[in-house]
C-alpha cells in the first residue's frame, strides 16, 4: 500500500509520478535484496527519487510526502517520508478492544536530528512571519537569506530547491 499527498504547483505531477512508478521498483529491489526487506524499501525510495529528478517534471519547488507499507506473511514493514502517517490498529479478539501502533514518524524540521541536518547545509528553520514579524504556523525550511522555499517538512521526494539546504528523500527508520 502506497499513500502518496501531493506539495507544490506540480505536486501532483510529482505524486502520480511516484504511484506509478514506485510499485515496479520496489518489486525489482524485492528481488534483488533477497529477504532483506527493509534494505529493498530503503533503495526504492532512493531509485523513484533518481528516476524522478532525470524526468521532464519540474519538482523545483514541487514534491511529495510518502508511506510505503510492505507486508510480508505476518510481518510489517513501514517506510515514509515527510509528514504523512502511518498507523496499525489491530482489535483483540477476547476483548475486543482496540489498540493503536504508530508506524511512522513525521519528518518536522524543528526535530533536533532534523534541525542540525538542515542547519549545516546552510538552511535555517524557522515560522512563518506575519506583517509585524511574529511567528505563525509551523516551523519551516528556508534557505538561509530568502523566503524560499518554506518547506513544512524536513524530508520530501523532489522540492529540489529544499534539497539544496538538507531537505532529503530518504526514509527514517524503516520499522
Same mark, same amino acid.
Given at each position: 500500500?502506497?499513500?502518496?499527498? $501531493?506539495?507544490?504547483?506540480?505536486?501532483?505531477?510529482?505524486?502520480?509520478?511516484?504511484?506509478?512508478?514506485?510499485?515496479?521498483? *520496489?518489486?525489482?529491489?524485492?528481488?534483488?535484496?533477497?529477504?532483506?526487506?527493509?534494505?529493498?524499501?530503503?533503495?526504492?525510495?532512493?531509485?523513484?527519487?533518481?528516476?524522478?529528478?532525470s524526468?521532464?517534471?519540474?519538482?523545483s519547488?514541487?514534491?511529495?510526502t510518502?508511506?510505503?507499507?510492505l507486508?510480508? /506473511?505476518?510481518?510489517?514493514?513501514?517506510?515514509?517520508?515527510?509528514?504523512?502517517?502511518?498507523?496499525?490498529?489491530?482489535?483483540?479478539?477476547?476483548? *475486543?478492544?482496540?489498540?493503536? $501502533?504508530? *508506524?511512522?514518524?513525521?519528518?518536522?524540521?524543528?526535530?533536533?536530528?532534523?534541525?542540525?541536518?538542515?542547519?549545516?547545509?546552510?538552511?535555517?528553520?524557522?515560522? *512563518?512571519?506575519?506583517?509585524?514579524?511574529?511567528?505563525? /504556523?509551523?516551523?519551516?525550511?528556508?534557505? $538561509?537569506?530568502?523566503?524560499?522555499?518554506?518547506?513544512?517538512?524536513?524530508?520530501?521526494?523532489?522540492?529540489?530547491?529544499?534539497?539544496k539546504?538538507?531537505?532529503i528523500?530518504?526514509?527514517?527508520?524503516?520499522?
Amino acid at each position: 500500500m502506497v499513500k502518496i499527498f $501531493k506539495k507544490g504547483v506540480n505536486g501532483h505531477f510529482v505524486s502520480g509520478f511516484i504511484k506509478t512508478n514506485f510499485p515496479s521498483i *520496489l518489486s525489482k529491489q524485492l528481488l534483488s535484496c533477497k529477504g532483506n526487506y527493509k534494505k529493498a524499501l530503503h533503495l526504492s525510495f532512493e531509485k523513484v527519487t533518481d528516476k524522478l529528478h532525470s524526468s521532464s517534471i519540474d519538482c523545483s519547488f514541487s514534491g511529495t510526502t510518502m508511506v510505503g507499507i510492505l507486508i510480508v /506473511g505476518k510481518k510489517v514493514y513501514s517506510a515514509n517520508v515527510g509528514d504523512s502517517r502511518a498507523i496499525l490498529a489491530s482489535q483483540n479478539r477476547e476483548t *475486543l478492544k482496540f489498540t493503536v $501502533k504508530p *508506524l511512522s514518524i513525521d519528518h518536522k524540521p524543528e526535530l533536533p536530528k532534523e534541525k542540525k541536518r538542515i542547519e549545516s547545509f546552510g538552511g535555517r528553520v524557522q515560522a *512563518l512571519l506575519d506583517e509585524n514579524y511574529n511567528e505563525c /504556523g509551523p516551523n519551516r525550511v528556508w534557505l $538561509k537569506n530568502e523566503d524560499i522555499p518554506g518547506l513544512a517538512m524536513s524530508r520530501s521526494i523532489g522540492d529540489i530547491v529544499a534539497s539544496k539546504v538538507g531537505v532529503i528523500s530518504e526514509p527514517g527508520k524503516i520499522i
